[in-house]
């Protein structure tokens, strides 16, 4: 932040030039289907996220499997019909939100009456 300019117009002008070189970068990746000659870096996945995602996965399959058990529910054809039903519609409403959360559907900010819009 401190390398960053004082002046409003400064900033501006900045911001400008980070977007004509990301601009630039984007072109050329277009051009040659690589992002240049830099190294790739393997960020990997932090061990903690995995430990967590599995032990809920673990909690959740345990606890659907005594569930099922204790209600009987599977037992008969209405219960297999119900849990069928059930199973998809929670996938239905997942895709809805799925498709909802996806950023070529989201939409556009909105311009306040102050600021100037984008050249």
Do not use: Y
Not at 46 to 58: D, E, G, M, Q, T
Not at 86 to 95: E, K, N, R, W
């Amino acid at each position: 932040m401190s390398d960053l300019p004082k002046s409003d117009d400064s900033v501006a002008q900045w911001c400008k030039d980070a977007f004509v070189v990301k601009d630039n970068l984007l072109d050329k990746h277009k051009e040659n289907d690589s992002f240049g000659d830099g190294e790739l870096q393997d960020t990997g996945r932090p061990l903690n996220s995995l430990v967590v995602v599995i032990s809920w996965a673990c909690l959740l399959i345990f606890g659907a499997l005594k569930f099922f058990q204790w209600s009987s529910i599977l037992s008969s054809w209405k219960g297999l019909a119900f849990s069928a039903v059930g199973l998809g519609i929670v996938t239905v409403l997942m895709q809805i939100l799925i498709q909802f959360s996806q950023s070529e559907r989201s939409n556009r900010p909105m311009l306040s009456k102050h600021a100037k819009p984008p050249q």
